[in-house]
Every structure is written in structure tokens, then in C-alpha cells.
């Protein structure tokens, strides 16, 4: 293998000059082995620099800090739509253009946020703009966006602020947050990245336990501006805080150990590395739009993304049909959400053991027999068998999001994976977009079993399209031909 090396220090930055590095310090601390090698495919590893080294910490903070991130945005998301039939009242807000439960900022925030994905991937890759800067912005943006909401005399402003300042600044943490692990962890990725994206539903959890419907509710008494108020003042600095410590890695950093060029003696690395191989080489964003395995992975999280959207939208109307009443019908979503999250770092993980792909396809044939399951139950009247069937679905319409996330980095590298999330944000966030701004969910609720049955086939549909799943660039070992004339003795 190829391979050039360098002496460096702990924490220094380097910049690139020709074929070489220069090191720009004040304080040169201790010597550091530093040297890039490449596999047989021509893939370059920049290996001998710990996480130490880079960051002065263990590299599990650029876990905990993103996922703080991700749950700050799911906080402030969830406490507008608690909050969202308060502030029609409060601000004596009417029209029938933005609907009874003021869908029009929940357009123009999910619009923002998939506008702002790719862009803010690509200055990222190209080091205009930091982490740290991201999410300082992003924080900034949502306490605009959650003032506005609470002293906005008009709706119209309220909705612009909100949406376009408010969704801007959460697409800039959630892009942020859900792809800096998987480059410090790019040997193991699934597990980081489905733990860090769990945040979002647990920051879910207070607003919706506090939102159960009775007498008692919490939120029937609250100060809904006030509410706002405060939540977007805590969402600002646990955001803030969280991103001021995040780093990227170095281009092509590969941690110490494993080696990249050797197979790992321990089975469980083998395994891992057998299963989830590192990217034949780093794909640009036009070079990743060119192949069709990008929009294979689109359409499958396009379908999931919309039959998640539409549990959420059907669930209750569905159980209330069924004769549970309105505080059943609110409980059997819940478990829905919360199990989204409290799963997904173990689904990542375990496709780390078993492969992405295939991992993938079991979440997609959940999702898909899951929707039967829900119809079936609703019918029957059942509530301890329907919360089960929500929750599985949720469980699985997360661990897509972030399986689909896993793959992109594995299939087109981890110098580019914040542009291939922006060009897969949109299939994620679209069907939030035509559900909240269209009558498409209010035309589902007169049939929700038909839309059930629908949502089934969609996730069965989702599950086959996986299996076509397969990097690009690496050659199927099904068709590699033995060679019919090999090297004798008498030749070698």
C-alpha cells in the first residue's frame, strides 16, 4: 500500500500545501506520527492520530454533544404544536388559508430546513463553515423562530419568522448533528448515528405527556407564549453549549485501530468490517447523483417517511373510530414516537453486526406488516395490541431514517456524507411538507383503512427496493470469474 507520513502535534491543524502538510502551531507539543495509506483500490486512510490527539477528549463527546442537539430541536418542534391551539387564542389569530391547527409555519419550517441541508453540507465539507458555527446559528435561529411564535401580533410575520428563521436554524443543527458521528466512528457508524438521532423523539416526551387531553392537562393552564418563551430561551443555549466543543475529523481520518488495510483478528470487527465495508472511494455530491443507487435509497426513504407520517396522522382517528375514546386514542400515538427513538441506537448497532442492508430491509418489512397489524387491532378494538403495533412502527420508520443515513456514508464515503444527507433530506421531510399543507390527511381520515392497507404495501414495496441497495464501485463477488489459466510451479 501507498503510504506517506509526517510528524505532527496533539491538536494541531494542518493544512495542505502540494503533496505535503504544514503545520501551523504556537505551542508545539509532543511528537506526533501522523501518515496516509492507501487500500488496492486507491482509497486513502489517514491513520496514526487518536481521537485524543484531535480533540483532546474522547471521541463518544461527538455522540453525547450532537445527540443534546438533536433533542433541542425535537423540543422545540414539539412545543410548537403543543402550544399551536393557545396562540391561535392568545393572539386572536384567524384565516382559513393557514387552517384551524396553523399548518402554515409547519410548511415553511420543514420547507427551510430541506433548503437549507445541502447547502449548509457543502460549506461544511469545504471549511466555510464549522460545526460550532452551525450550531450556534441553527440555536439562534430557533429562539427567533420560537419569539416570533410568542409576540408576533400578526400571523402572517409569526409565520415567516418562524418558519423560514426557525427552520433554517433547525436544518442547520439537525444536518450538523446527524453526520458528525459517523466521521468519528467511521469503522462502526450505525450505532452513533441511531443514538444520536433518538434525541429528537425524546425531546418529544415532555410535551407530549404533558399534552394528554382531561382537566388536568398542563398545558390547557399554561401561558402558551410563555411556554414558547422559555423553551426556545433553554432550546438557544443547550444548543449552543452542546455545539461549541464539536469538531470535524480530518479528510480520509481512520482511527488507529482497526487497521484499514488489515483484516481484524477479533471476529465481531471482522464481522462488522465483512458486512458494512468502508466506500470503494469518496464520491462528490454530482458524482453521487449520477449513480442510481442514490435514488434507489431516496425512493425507499420517501416511502417510509410516508407511511410514518401517516401513523401519525391516522393513528388516533383510527383508534377513536374504534370506540377508545380521545385520551386512549392520544396514548396509543405516544408509544409511537417514544419507541422511534428509544430504539434506534440499538437498531444501528445491530446493523453494524448483521449489515446495513439487510437490517434495512427487516426495518422496511416491519414497517410495511406493522400497518396490517394497526388496521387489524383497530377493528378488533384492542388497545394493548395496537400501542404494540404503533410502537413497531415508529421503531422502524426511525431506524430507516438512520439506517438510509449509515449507508450513505458507507456507500459514498465520510468527506462528502453532509451533502449526500442534504440531497436525501428532502425524501425525509416531503411527505411532512404534503401532509401538514394539503388536505391529503384530512382525505385519508374518511378512509383510514384503505390509507392503512396502502401504508402496508408501501413498506412491503420499501423492503424489496433495499435489496438493491449496493455500493457503487465494488464488484459483485457472484461475478468474479476464477482465472482459467493460473501460474503454474514451473511459471511463478
Known amino acids: 500500500a501507498h503510504e506517506r507520513q509526517w510528524t505532527g502535534g496533539a491538536g494541531q491543524n494542518f493544512r495542505r500545501k502540494g503533496c505535503y502538510h504544514e503545520m501551523e502551531t504556537t505551542d508545539p507539543p509532543a511528537s506526533l506520527v501522523c501518515r496516509e495509506v492507501r487500500d488496492r483500490r486507491g482509497r486513502v486512510y489517514r491513520v496514526g492520530e487518536s481521537d485524543v490527539d484531535l480533540l483532546g477528549r474522547r471521541r463518544i463527546w461527538m455522540v453525547v454533544l450532537p445527540w443534546l442537539g438533536m433533542t433541542g430541536v425535537g423540543c422545540a418542534a414539539y412545543a410548537f404544536f403543543a402550544a399551536q391551539n393557545g396562540l391561535r387564542e392568545a393572539h386572536a389569530w384567524g384565516g382559513d388559508l393557514w387552517g384551524e391547527s396553523l399548518f402554515g409555519p409547519t410548511v415553511l419550517w420543514v420547507s427551510t430546513q430541506v433548503a437549507v441541508a445541502l447547502p449548509a453540507g457543502r460549506l461544511r465539507e469545504s471549511g466555510r463553515l464549522s460545526a460550532r458555527a452551525?450550531?450556534?446559528?441553527?440555536?439562534?435561529?430557533?429562539?427567533?423562530?420560537?419569539?416570533?411564535?410568542?409576540?408576533a401580533p400578526d400571523l402572517v410575520v409569526a409565520c415567516l419568522v418562524f418558519g423560514v428563521v426557525g427552520g433554517a436554524g433547525a436544518g442547520l443543527v439537525h444536518a450538523t448533528c446527524l453526520t458528525l458521528p459517523g466521521k468519528w466512528y467511521p469503522e462502526r457508524r450505525g450505532g452513533p448515528t441511531g443514538f444520536v438521532a433518538s434525541g429528537c423523539a425524546f425531546g418529544a416526551v415532555p410535551f407530549l405527556l404533558t399534552a394528554l387531553p382531561g382537566p388536568g392537562s398542563l398545558l390547557e393552564r399554561a401561558d402558551r407564549p410563555a411556554v414558547l418563551t422559555l423553551t426556545g430561551a433553554a432550546v438557544c443555549l443547550a444548543v449552543a453549549a452542546a455545539g461549541w466543543p464539536l469538531r470535524e475529523p480530518p479528510k480520509n481520518w481512520w482511527p488507529p485501530h482497526p487497521d484499514p488495510l488489515v483484516v481484524p483478528a477479533d471476529p465481531v470487527a471482522r464481522r462488522v468490517r465483512e458486512k458494512n465495508p468502508p466506500a470503494v472511494r469518496h464520491y462528490a455530491p454530482e458524482e453521487a447523483a449520477r449513480t442510481p443507487v442514490l435514488w434507489l435509497m431516496w425512493l425507499c426513504l420517501l416511502g417510509a417517511a410516508g407511511v410514518t407520517v401517516l401513523d401519525v396522522c391516522l393513528l388516533a382517528p383510527l383508534a377513536r373510530e374504534a370506540g377508545l375514546g380521545d385520551s386512549i386514542a392520544h396514548s396509543a400515538t405516544t408509544p409511537a414516537v417514544v419507541a422511534g427513538g428509544a430504539g434506534l441506537g440499538a437498531v444501528g448497532a445491530l446493523s453494524d453486526r448483521l449489515g446495513r442492508r439487510t437490517t434495512l430491509t427487516a426495518a422496511c418489512l416491519v414497517l410495511g406488516t406493522a400497518q396490517f397489524g394497526v388496521l387489524l387491532t383497530g377493528r378488533a378494538g384492542g388497545l394493548p395490541l395496537l400501542v404494540c403495533c404503533a410502537a413497531a412502527a415508529g421503531l422502524a420508520g426511525g431506524a430507516v431514517l438512520v439506517l438510509v443515513t449509515a449507508m450513505a456514508a458507507d456507500h459514498f464515503g465520510e468527506n462528502h456524507s453532509a451533502s449526500a444527507y442534504g440531497l436525501?433530506?428532502?425524501?425525509?421531510?416531503?411527505?411532512?411538507?404534503?401532509?401538514?399543507g394539503t388536505t391529503a390527511a384530512a382525505a385519508g381520515v374518511r378512509d383510514p383503512h384503505g390509507a392503512f392497507l396502502l401504508a402496508g404495501c408501501t413498506g412491503l414495496a420499501c423492503a424489496v427496493l433495499a435489496l438493491f441497495l449496493k455500493a457503487p464501485g465494488r464488484p459483485d463477488a457472484r461475478r468474479i470469474v476464477p482465472n482459467p489459466h493460473p501460474l503454474g510451479e514451473e511459471m511463478a
Open 134 to 151: 452551525a450550531m450556534t446559528g441553527g440555536a439562534f435561529g430557533i429562539l427567533v423562530g420560537c419569539l416570533a411564535l410568542a409576540f
Open 424 to 436: 436525501l433530506a428532502g425524501a425525509w421531510l416531503l411527505p411532512v411538507l404534503v401532509g401538514s
